[in-house]
């Protein structure tokens, strides 16, 4: 959908290198939220925003950290990155009480 | 966060009406009952949501039962590309309220 975006698409890392993944969107949504996705777990919160500078933790948020300095970007970074991050990440972004807006994704690949 | 039960996979034919059931006997008075669908390789897709009336919109109706203890998710006429995994979710009508992921069930539509 246009008004979020995520980069990169796809990328290849090393096992101990931090990533950053990017969520940008145009919808002046308070609420932002990263998911990962990986076969037999379905979607997992990793951690979500209500607001800028305003973060908290999700379900699988160990070893994940973000950051969100102004409305409109979200950052994930993979402080170390593992093999177990390799995963598909997914931005989403709502408005209060209304369906989420999710993002095409980025394919992690940690080897 | 209450939970949801759905079967793991439906059958359909194309043209023909789906009706996908959803369990949440746990509900409490303030969850709203979310519907998304994610497409092979897309990110999830906003179908509809409700709290205690029926709804309708473009995609989908959601009829929910009077104690709302279950849902179901009607499409009327079902095409290919309605195959997708559907995933029924409850949540919280407050501002950190998030969307937790089940298991979700997969929609074959056979033509």
């Known amino acids: 959908d246009a008004g979020i975006t995520q980069s990169p698409r796809h990328k290849v890392t090393e096992t101990g290198t931090p990533v950053t993944l990017r969520c940008h969107q145009t919808?002046?949504?308070?609420?932002m939220y990263w998911y990962r996705q990986d076969p037999g777990h379905g979607l997992r919160l990793i951690h979500y925003s209500y607001g800028v500078k305003d973060t908290d933790k999700g379900e699988v948020s160990d070893g994940y950290s973000v950051s969100r300095s102004k409305t409109e970007d979200f950052l994930l970074t993979l402080e170390s990155a593992t093999s177990s991050q390799t995963s598909v990440y997914f931005c989403?972004?709502?408005?209060?009480?209304?369906?989420?807006?999710f993002g095409s994704g980025t394919r992690l690949t940690v080897v | 966060d209450a939970k949801t039960t759905q079967p793991n996979s439906m059958e359909s034919n194309e043209e023909e009406p789906v009706h996908l059931p959803c369990n949440h006997s746990?509900?409490?008075?303030?969850?709203?009952i979310h519907w998304y669908r994610q497409l092979p390789s897309q990110g999830p897709e906003y179908v509809i949501h409700?709290?205690?009336s029926n709804v309708n919109n473009r995609m989908a109706s959601l009829a929910i039962a009077e104690d709302r203890k279950s849902s179901t998710l009607i499409l009327h006429r079902a095409t290919l590309r309605d195959a997708a995994v559907y995933y029924c979710i409850l949540k919280v009508a407050s501002n950190t309220g998030k969307l937790i992921f089940g298991q979700g069930t997969t929609l074959q539509v056979k033509p």
């Open positions: 919808e002046n949504h308070r609420y």
């Open positions: 409700g709290l205690t």
């Open positions: 989403a972004i709502s408005a209060t009480d209304y369906g989420y807006t």
């Open positions: 746990t509900i409490s008075g303030t969850d709203y």
